[in-house]
Every structure is written in structure tokens, then in C-alpha cells.
């Protein structure tokens, strides 16, 4: 994270930012406290900086048990590609990476018995991820030259622990994440093994989810929330907007040309979300992301004030 933090340093360095001082409210405006000053970032430099705009609104508190695991692919969703007979390879198609369907020709095989050549053709629609097939080789019927995945669909494989066992069960929602994907639809928990690891002492559990993004792919690690309890709220915010500036959690709303911090009351939280008792409303907007980088800013503009 050292050079992530040092990277958006310089990268602030180089966005042109002002800081604006405003008035002083009154003790009874307790709806605007904490609105005194705000920083000047136009929407560009927000992307550049990692900062998001956002809505509050209703959403959930979760509860849950933490898993890890892996992404693998589904069952019935893997194909592998043999020739029918033994033979030689006189032309490939396709390669790594490349989308098919069925019919769609991989390589061809002359036949050692009778000389024909045959098309392979997978029986699945989806990527190639693994080409073994070499012009020229002689292959046979158990030679495995393509393998073809439907990756629009996957499993997390997650490792559940003796002490959760008995809070884990089929048709839990899961929340899973991945470092290199901004989101990942929520999935399923489909199966949860009978059998306990000797080694780990762990139980494997299944998560179906559909996987639109290319992010995801069978071998990646992923970070798992089963979740056990969800209270629905009338308002939260997401919990990287959070900043605690002079001792009381605060968010930056976008006002003008200005984000400007707003103190808040929260209540419950989750690692993704926080619930708001005081401060906002539904529908207001305010900044999410790298917003140490805001708080940041205004520190700084509160020493040129004391000079």
C-alpha cells in the first residue's frame, strides 16, 4: 500500500486543487456542522485521484462469516477436445483466448486408418483456455488437444472452518471479492461438502455466481462474507468515504464546484457499509474512494490559515 498512498501523493501534488473557507454556523445548525471549508477538484482529476461520486440511500447491514477460496469453473462447463482416432495434425483454428461454439472448427486430423481428415469441434460454447494441438503431431484418442470453459458462470471454492460449520447452509447469499475486480455479483452457496479436510480441518463450500466481467478467471483468490444476517437501513454510505476529521466521522458532499466535509452520526456497520443516523439525507451525493486524500488537502489549508 506504500507506494499506492505515494503514487496519489504525487498525483495530488500535480492536480490543480484550492482550498475555500466558508462561515462559521451557529450551535444550532447542527444540519451543515463541519461544512466550514471544502477543496476544489474538477471531474477529471476525480477519476485521477481514485474519488467516486456517490448516492446515500437505503441499503444493508450485513453480518457474516469471513471464507476464503478460489475461482473454479463450474462443472458441466469444462470441455475437453480428443480426436475421434489416432492421427496427425494438418491444420489448428483456434488458440488461447479464442470464443467458440459448438461446431466451430478447432483443428483438423487425417485418420492413420483411413487417411480422412476430421474436423474437432468443440461440444460447448465458450473461451479456449488451454491448446495442447501442434501442427504435424500424431495424436491419439486420448490426447486432449483444446479445453474449452464457459466462464459466464463460476464456483468460489471456500474453505469453512469447524466453528462455522454449523452457521453455513445451501441458499446463502455470499459476498465475494477480488482485489483486481471493482465488483462482483453476489452468489449462492450451492453445496458445502459432508467431508472434513484432515489437513486444514476445513469443510469446502460452493458458491455458484454468473461472472460478466473478464476480470474472473478459474485459479484467481478471492475474500468470501457468507452471509448470516442482513437489517435493512434507511441510510448508509459506503464505508471508504469515512473520514474522522476532529474527532467525528465525516463524509464530503459535493456542493458547486466544491467537496465539502459534512460531520455525521453513524450507527451499525459492515466492512462495505455504514449506517446514518445524523448528517444526510436520501439521495444526497458525496465522495467515495481515496477520500484521505480530501482530508489531506484540508489539513493543509488549515496550517496556511494559522501562518
Not at 495530488?12 to 473557507?21: D, K
Not at 462443472?75 to 489448428?92: E, I, K, Y
Not at 463460476?154 to 469453512?160: G, I, N, Q, T
Not at 471508504?240 to 451499525?268: K, S
Amino acid at each position: 500500500m506504500r507506494w499506492l498512498y505515494g503514487y496519489l501523493v504525487i498525483c495530488l501534488m500535480l492536480v490543480p486543487t484550492s482550498i475555500v473557507a466558508g462561515e462559521e454556523h451557529g450551535d444550532g445548525d447542527d444540519e451543515r456542522e463541519g461544512s466550514q471549508s471544502g477543496v476544489e477538484i474538477s471531474e477529471e482529476n476525480l477519476e485521477r485521484l481514485g474519488l467516486r461520486m456517490n448516492e446515500a440511500g437505503q441499503g444493508n447491514i450485513v453480518q457474516g462469516i469471513a471464507a476464503t477460496g478460489r475461482i473454479v469453473p463450474v462443472d458441466g462447463r469444462l470441455a475437453n477436445v480428443s480426436p475421434r482416432f489416432t492421427g496427425v495434425v494438418t491444420q489448428v483454428s483456434a488458440n488461447v483466448g479464442d470464443h467458440v461454439k459448438p461446431g466451430s472448427p478447432l483443428a483438423v486430423v487425417q485418420s492413420n486408418q483411413n487417411l480422412q481428415p476430421f474436423t474437432l469441434t468443440p461440444a460447448i460454447a465458450g473461451i479456449v483456455i488451454k491448446r495442447s494441438a501442434t501442427l504435424g503431431e500424431v495424436v491419439t484418442e486420448t490426447s486432449v488437444l483444446f479445453v474449452v470453459a464457459d466462464l459466464s458462470e463460476l464456483w468460489a471454492e471456500l474453505a469453512v472452518y469447524g466453528q462455522d460449520v454449523a452457521k453455513v447452509h445451501i441458499g446463502q447469499k455470499v459476498i465475494l471479492s477480488v482485489a483486481s475486480c471493482a465488483s462482483i455479483p453476489e452468489g449462492t452457496l450451492v453445496f458445502l461438502s459432508p467431508v472434513t479436510d484432515e489437513k486444514t480441518q476445513s469443510r469446502i463450500a460452493r458458491v455458484h455466481f454468473r461472472s460478466p466481467d473478464s476480470c474472473l478467471s478459474p485459479g484467481i483468490f478471492v475474500d468470501a462474507k457468507i452471509i448470516t444476517e442482513a437489517t435493512q437501513v434507511p441510510l448508509v454510505v459506503q464505508a471508504d468515504a469515512l473520514q474522522q476529521i476532529n474527532g467525528r466521522p465525516t463524509v464530503f458532499l459535493q456542493e458547486g464546484e466544491y467537496l465539502r466535509p459534512q460531520a455525521i452520526v453513524v450507527g451499525r456497520a459492515d466492512a462495505q457499509t455504514v449506517e446514518v443516523l445524523q448528517g444526510l439525507t436520501v439521495g444526497t451525493r458525496y465522495v467515495t474512494g481515496n477520500t484521505f486524500i480530501l482530508k489531506a488537502e484540508l489539513g493543509k489549508g488549515e496550517v496556511a490559515d494559522e501562518d
